[in-house]
Every structure is written in C-alpha cells, then in structure tokens.
C-alpha cells in the first residue's frame, strides 16, 4: 500500500529550523504534486507549500522567505526546509501526494513542530 512517511518534527527555539523529510513508497512519485500541510490545534488544515512534479513551488504567503521545498525523484522524498521559525508556525505538519488528474490524494500521518518563544 501506499506509504508516506514524515520525519524531522521536533521542538526548536524562535528563529530556529528544521528540515522536514518525507519518503514516499508504492506510487510513481515524479508524477504527483507533493506537498506538505499543517494543522494547529482549533484550525483548519492549510497548504504550506507544494511542489509540481516539473519542480514549480508555492507556497503560503506566511511562509515565504523562511520555508523552502524540494524533491528528490530517485529517493522518492520531499522536503520542507524551515528557517526562521515563529511560534505561529507550531503545528502538525503532513505530508501529501495529489495526482489532479486521476484524482487522487495521499496523506502522511503527521510530525509535530513546536516552535518555543
């Protein structure tokens, strides 16, 4: 079945950073969009960044400047670079594949970040 699987979550200091990993398993990863998302707790899920399977990134605008993704097709894992991290950014962040056009949607199971100040 298909796999993914976060890792790198942890607690860190203001202004800190983390790399979050995410290995992907069981589906041709070059064709989907990956992504990662977070939830704080009482909030909705929300879009960090995703990135094409051609490479173009976006991001949310409260993270651009600080947060960076990258893939890399051969290890089947995507990336969140976070610098400059804030307590806002505090969350369970997850990892998704979405293929628009088979419709398709893969969820990772969490990793929690929690960003003291």
């Known amino acids: 079945q298909v796999q993914l699987e976060e890792s790198g979550g942890g607690l860190v200091q203001f202004g800190g950073s983390l790399r979050l990993s995410c290995a992907a398993s069981?589906?041709?990863?070059?064709?989907?969009?990956m992504g990662w998302y977070r939830q704080a707790p009482g909030k909705q899920r929300e879009l960090v960044a995703d990135?094409?399977?051609?490479?173009?990134?976006n991001f949310a605008d409260s993270v651009k400047g600080r947060f960076t993704i990258s893939k890399d097709n051969a290890k089947n894992t995507v990336y969140l670079q976070m610098n400059s991290l804030k307590p806002e950014d505090t969350a369970v962040y997850y990892c998704?594949?979405?293929?628009?056009?088979?419709?398709?949607?893969?969820w990772g199971q969490g990793t929690q970040v929690t960003v003291s100040s």
């Open positions: 990135i094409s399977s051609g490479g173009n990134t």
């Open positions: 069981r589906f041709v990863f070059s064709n989907y969009v």
């Open positions: 998704n594949a979405r293929h628009g056009i088979l419709r398709i949607n893969y």
